[in-house]
């Protein structure tokens, strides 16, 4: 299992950053594939912005957008209102179990 | 750099059989031989299978089973553009002088391992097609006012021209509220908006300038190509509502076959869902930004077949191994006016947009009589 996914399954949603360049290096990745340098591995913001969303049944899904690089889609949860495109989120958890999972809440709820 | 031609077709027809892939392949090559009467074994200097199940040694089997003992072969893979790759690496091999005779093979089951890409974490859990196509659709209704209706047409169009189509999985017409009224799989598109998995081969021989009299009369010349991979993962397609490796691809492709995308008079489009045509028609060219979905509804009001005449992906199914290769024959037929019900008057000109990994990866192929 790579760090990444020993990580989410902790429930951290880590990202590889370069040593050398400081370029965050998405997807996760042992070394970096702008310079080939070693990567360290640090937590990722839980702040997020929805890029788009759609719905299937009552499982709302987005994209959102982590520190204006990392994009994943997960769900948005809790909600009790309308969404927007540049909605503010949270991540509220992670997880791996084959594979990745990220739950979303609008941030401040 | 030697002139590549297309001198050769066969394929079978789109089910969901039960069959071995093998025997789809070799049935394929079969019909390609009994098309072309010149051919014998010993001319295929190179024979490459195009699909996404790596289950099987698929280009020595498939020579086996059709008796070639080639200098060439190897698979090419790259999900669902598969067969315009491998069509490509062909055309490489034989304008490097590294072969005179390429047969390209693509096909796939309806059960291929290859439909849902299981690689991509930024798809999270969310890693069926329909996800990644959903956010497409609900980003340019949301820029351009693309409409659920104007989705239905595309789908509508596509299974009407398929009806022409003998090789089609599809044999039915859709009204475009049979397909607005199909099951809603999200907010955003329906089952009847999305292309079919299902069981089919096509293969295509391609000849250097040296050898392709010996072959044909009629050959069609691949004169562009475009290939352009942004990404692995979905969420990297910078903007939802266009597709950068085809606008990129297909930028390449005009340029290298001196044509403009008004001089195309016939295209295959991979429309894998409806919203992909009504995006594929603006970024290769053929209508404005923002504009696909009034182009394809004039397709629809004026019985125009410019755009996938065989039916598209939506319309003949999507055997993913096999789509680029049938795109390709489609085009052949269409230059050389033999597609029947299915022809583009005075058609010169054709061009095949086929694409994988949830728009990260698009081929384009430039064909001209």
Known sequence: MSTFEQEMKKGNFVCSECQKCNKLVWPPNDFCNTCFG??????????ATVVEFSRKENTVF????????????????????????????????????GKERFIFQIAGS | MKNVAISGFGITKFTRDDLPIESL????????????????????????????DSSKYLSSITAELTGITPKISHNVESLCNSGANCAISAFAY??????????????????????????DKSRGQFRHPIYWSSIFTKSHMRRYGTTKEDLAIVSAKNHKNA??????????????????????????????????????????????EDVTKRFTD????????????????????????AIQSTREAANDAYKMSSKESSEIDVAEVHDAFSICEIIEVEDLGFAIKGNGSKYVREMYDTQNRRINPRGGLLGSGHPL??????????????LRGEAKKRQVEGADVGLVQNMSAAATSSTVLIMQS
């Open chain 2, 163 to 208: 009806l022409a189509n003998p090789y089609a999985y599809f044999e039915k017409e859709f009204s475009i509220n049979d397909i607005m009224r199909s099951k809603n799989l999200t907010e955003d598109i329906r089952l009847l908006d999305c292309s079919y998995p299902c069981s089919g081969s096509a293969a295509i021989l391609l000849t250097s």
């Open chain 2, 94 to 119: 034989i304008a490097s002088g590294l072969a005179d005779v390429a047969l390209v093979v693509g096909a796939e089951r309806f059960d291929s391992p290859g439909l849902i890409l299981e690689w």
């Open chain 2, 25 to 52: 392949m070799a049935s394929a090559v079969k019909s390609l031989f009994v098309n072309t009467p010149n051919l014998v074994q010993k001319d295929v200097d190179a024979i490459l299978t195009a699909t996404s």
């Open chain 1, 62 to 97: 987005c994209v959102a957008e982590f520190e204006k690089t990392i994009r994943v889609m997960g769900s948005l949860e809790s909600l009790s209102g309308q969404i927007k495109v540049g909605e503010k989120i949270k991540l509220v958890k992670c997880e791996f179990n």
């Open chain 2, 321 to 334: 191994g096999a789509t680029g290769i049938a795109q390709i024959i489609e085009i052949v037929q269409q």
């Open chain 1, 38 to 47: 070693k990567v360290r591995w640090r937590p990722v913001s839980k702040l």
């Open chain 2, 218 to 241: 009629c050959p069609i010349w691949i004169t562009g190509i475009g290939q352009r991979t942004v990404s692995a993962s979905f969420t990297k397609n910078h903007d939802f509502t």
